[in-house]
């Protein structure tokens, strides 16, 4: 993954830090500390009681997300990562992101949020609300694939699978800030995505084949 | 009178004939003798002369992969399921004083906790309890809730510990799996002889080397979801290696007949040898479903992955060593310690089998420390006895002043070593190796360094395959077996296409299931050999079968000689379409059963390996410049994912010999990196260049597995391409900056 997502260098919302302590402190404090994120424009948010009073939030609470082009409204804990929303929330699921090792390390996870690679298990899903989700879902279908997704089947990018959408996603995010990378480019670009089977050279493979084909995502 | 029926003429039997064959238990081959019928069809033919085969083919399910459409285990989700989560021992060893779970059994969404059938844990991590909730987050606050109170045993969590007279007793001291914590395996050879050949040698090499415990790290995690709602049946989706390994464990907790039970995994997330049978994490799966009449999903976190689902075992190999001026190895003793923590672990014996040595004596011992069980993990023993011997060759070569490819090939008596070192040679141009180890100005030293590795890769009888035909011209090929990410749906599709002339696309594949023919577990790289095979019989059946149907429509011409080519079947100079040719068969299409046959495979497989490094000798860094490897397999189905493997296995050698090792805190008895913050995996940025080079030298016209051979070579090459490049030998894996910063020290060549 990209720099914005080296936790040391970056002290955004989506701090993994802070999520690691939103976490850590449950449902009481993540509550209060998030209610100012809970507005949503068909304000399907239930927490505006929590906003005014300042009290915590418990329980369950309605959001909707902008999954793939699509508004999906979902029932979900304060604490309940984005990740966990997308797969086991939603209804029907998203799967194509991965929950491998749930500390922001290894990458399967990755969606863009705006347009920018994070790693879902490190953003809360109300954190999610009002913002652009692109799942490796929303690149393309197995019937239709995109330039990335196309280059890592032509190259053989992928064993078993499970660390590819993460790879697509983050590949597909990088191409389009960067369109003609260097091999050294596209290897600091997926530094924080891991497999396991071995597919990296036939990743970067992929990936700079995709670029040459001029395609980004 | 009622009528008789009438005997029907018993056929002659067929010829029989013996063979063996490896049998994978837990992941680890074991040789067995079987009978088989004697029968030989038409081969494969020539490996060049392949349409499909042995060409470079995009995997089938690339597609599904690369867009989130796959769907794996862990993607399942059903109505009504709950979700499971385990509690772990925290200590090395102790026993349960008191367990309380009333607390979390009355928080909201929880609806079932079962404690694990023991009372004293053996390991830190050991599970203790499960429990299911209708969310994972609440099934995560309830795993909290449990109260456990332990009583703290004594504990030994390191080699050095366990094997000291007094140390804390591992395991029981009787009954089944009891035994002391050094307890000899096994004894090869004739010492006094070997003293004797000592004698006669020119140098002599003492040394020791140790690998760590390594964890396999599967990306998707062991576990499954059992779909149960208390009725008579149930399908568990599993993460396994061994589709045909679930459904009667699973009945048996379910309380179930076996065939009612039907175990699916059409994608599956790594498994490396770590996934047969349903684990204690599936048999508590199974009971929380029973219990609670509810489909559920039990996925192990990542720290579970790390603490409970076993690693390869870590070993450590005394060897004492005699060479001759002439580069004859002429006689080694060695002691071999298995590390496999409360189980037994794995070592391959030595010498390792690629080299021949003169007189030999070796005494090989399990030492147990409080860990969890090793288990099967790519190549069971084979990188652990590969580095020490490889290391050995090395050190010896040195002390000779022999070149060490020559000195290698001095003592492989395979001939085949010999073609694929020399080629692996010229590729990486070996001779512009570091001439002296260390040498060179600047504190960047490159260096060179190679080794060799076998593996079986033979099959065995147990995949049975069904190939159909529809009167539309649709096939599909029908096999039990799991597709680990290997490619195994891919050159399926491909024999099939092959034979009836078609392309991949023209065949579909059923796979995964229980509910399928029969197959066995993908361990010990027996599956393309087992499977393929009998995808082939079934083929070449269903080919034979159409044309005789077609004989009356092509002049009468003989089956045999009817031509399936590029979507055509021709044959006494008529041609049609392969729709047109299947127009002519029965309504219900044609249906073929294909067997195992034995020459259609074979077992042995051989690869070398090259490594440059560089080595920062002010800071003890490694940085891998190239790896390439040399392997043969006899036929290669799919040249593509052939060389992904072959890859897959180089970068996993990397991670063995550069980064990977489990950490244990002596006193607290516990692992420190279990997760992938601190378990170093290779990443993009450690990734050399890498070739992987299959050997066509090779003309066997038999399929046979690589899988494991991938791992084993560049183990060796990597570790004596550090010491060709600064002139310190690190004896212990992995060869992290401190280690080499010491050697260096030790050597007096600190920068």
């Known amino acids: 993954m990209s720099d914005e997502q080296d936790p040391k260098k970056k002290s955004s919302r989506y701090d993994p830090s802070r999520r690691k302590f939103l976490k850590g402190v449950g449902v009481a404090g993540a509550g209060a500390a998030l209610a100012d994120h809970f507005i949503s424009p068909d304000k399907t948010v239930a927490a505006s009681e929590s906003v005014t009073t300042g009290e915590p939030i418990a329980g369950t ?98 064993m078993c699978g499970f660390c590819t959408p993460g790879f697509v996603t983050t590949i597909s995010a990088y191409l389009k800030k960067n369109p003609n990378p260097s091999l050294d480019e596209v290897r600091e670009a997926c530094k924080g995505n891991f497999c396991r089977c071995g597919t990296y050279p036939r990743v970067f493979e992929a990936a700079l084949a995709a670029a040459k084909a001029g395609v980004s995502v | 009178m009622p009528q008789q029926p009438q005997a029907q003429p018993s056929p002659t039997p067929p010829k029989k004939k013996k063979i063996r064959v490896p049998r994978v238990v837990n992941g680890v081959e074991q040789m067995v003798e079987i009978e088989v019928d004697d029968v030989a069809g038409p081969g494969w033919g020539p490996n060049d002369k392949h349409t499909l085969l042995n060409h470079r083919m995009t995997r089938v399910d690339g597609p599904l992969k690369v867009s989130g459409a796959a769907q794996y285990t862990y993607d399942i989700r059903l109505p009504n399921m709950l979700y499971g989560r385990v509690v772990r021992c925290p200590y090395a060893h102790a026993k349960i004083k008191r367990f309380d779970s009333s607390a979390a059994l009355r928080m909201p969404g929880v609806k079932a906790i079962i404690q694990a059938p023991l009372e004293e844990f053996r390991f830190a991590g050991s599970p203790v309890a499960a429990v299911a909730a209708t969310t994972p987050e609440l099934a995560q606050d309830a795993a909290r809730a449990i109260v456990v109170e332990y009583e703290k045993l004594p504990h030994a969590v390191t080699a050095d510990a366990a094997i000291k007279p007094g140390a804390p007793r591992v395991l029981p001291t009787e009954g089944p799996g009891g035994e002391e914590n050094l307890t ?106 029973k219990e609670t009449k509810s489909p559920v999903k039990l996925m192990l976190t990542r720290s579970d992955e790390f603490l409970m689902t076993g690693n390869r075992s870590a070993s450590w190999t005394k060897f004492k060593a005699g060479v001759k001026k002439d580069g004859t190895f002429a006689a080694m003793q060695a002691t071999q310690y298995r590390l496999g923590g409360v189980g037994q672990g794995s070592q391959a014996g030595q010498p390792y089998a690629v080299y021949k040595v003169g007189e030999t004596y070796r005494e090989v011992y399990a030492l147990h420390t409080n860990e969890d069980s090793s288990v099967a993990m790519r190549a069971p023993g084979h990188p652990q006895a590969s580095f020490a011997m490889e290391s050995l060759l090395d050190e010896l ?59 079986g890769g033979g099959g065995n009888d147990q995949c049975k395959v069904d190939v159909t035909v529809g009167r539309d011209g649709s096939v599909v090929v029908a096999v039990g077996t799991q597709d680990l990410g290997t490619g195994t749906r891919t050159y399926t599709r491909a024999i099939v296409a092959e034979e009836l002339g078609l392309q991949i696309k023209d065949v579909v594949e059923q796979i995964g299931n229980s509910k399928l023919g029969g197959a066995n577990s993908s361990g010990g790289s027996t599956t393309a050999a087992s ?221």
């Open chain 2, 184 to 289: 000899q395996k096994g004894k090869n050879g004739e010492l006094p002889k070997v003293e004797a050949a000592f004698a006669t040698c020119d140098a002599i090499v003492e040394a020791e080397y140790r690998t760590p415990r390594l964890h396999h790290c599967c990306l998707e995690t062991h576990g499954m979801v059992v779909d149960f709602s208390g009725g008579d049946s149930a399908t568990i989706y599993a993460t396994t290696q061994g589709t045909f390994t679930i459904p009667g464990d699973a009945a048996r907790e379910l309380g179930l007949p076996q065939t009612a039970v039907t175990a699916t995994v059409q994608h599956m997330g790594g498994g490396f040898g770590s996934k047969f049978g349903i684990g204690i994490e599936g048999m508590m799966a199974c009971r929380l479903s």
């Open chain 1, 61 to 158: 609470v309605n959001i909707a997300l902008d999954v793939n082009g699509a508004k999906r409204t979902v029932t979900v804990e304060t604490r309940t990562t984005l990740l966990n929303a997308l797969r086991n929330n939603l209804e029907p699921a998203v799967t194509g992101p991965k929950l491998v090792c749930d500390m922001g390390s290894c990458g399967a996870c990755t969606v863009l949020m705006d347009g920018k690679n994070v790693y879902s298990c490190l953003v809360l899903a109300v954190d999610a609300v009002g913002k652009k989700l692109t799942t490796v879902e929303g690149f393309g279908s197995p019937e239709k694939m995109s330039a990335v997704q196309s280059a890592f089947v032509e190259h053989d990018g992928l």
């Open chain 2, 531 to 751: 499977l393929s095979p009998s995808v082939k019989d079934a083929a070449y059946k269903t080919r034979i079968a159409v044309a005789e149907k077609l004989s009356p429509l092509l002049g009468n011409a003989k089956p045999e000689e009817i031509i399936f080519a590029d979507g055509n079947v021709s044959g006494g100079g008529k041609s049609i379409t392969w729709k047109q040719a299947c127009a002519a068969l029965p309504p219900a299409g044609l249906t073929a059963h294909g067997v195992w046959r034995s020459d259609l495979q074979a077992r042995g497989v051989h690869g070398v390996a090259f490594a440059e490094v560089e080595v920062d000798v002010e800071t003890g860094k490694v940085r891998p410049i190239k790896l390439l490897q040399v392997q043969d397999g006899g036929l290669p189905l799919n040249r593509l994912t052939m060389e992904s493997q072959i890859n897959g296995g180089m970068i996993q050698a990397l991670g063995m010999t550069l980064f990977e090792t489990r950490v244990m805190d002596a006193d607290l008895g516990i692992q420190l990196n279990p997760s992938f913050m601190d378990y170093k995996l290779p990443g993009s940025l450690e990734m050399p260049e890498l070739v992987p080079l299959i050997d066509d030298e090779d003309k066997r016209e038999v399929v046979i597995g690589i899988a494991e051979a991938a791992i084993i070579p560049a183990i060796g090459a990597i570790g004596n391409a550090v010491f060709n490049a600064c002139g310190a030998r690190i004896r212990d894996l992995p060869m992290t900056p401190d280690k080499i910063l010491m050697a260096l020290a030790k050597e007096g060549r600190s920068a």
């Open chain 2, 397 to 455: 070569a040195y002390k000779i002043g022999m070149d060490p490819v020559e000195f290698r090939k001095k003592n492989m008596p395979d001939k085949t070593y010999h073609r694929q070192i020399d080629r692996a040679a010229r590729e990486i141009n070996w001779t512009r190796r570091n001439p002296t180890p260390g040498g060179g100005t600047g504190p960047l030293k490159r260096g060179m360094g190679c080794a060799a590795g076998t593996w």
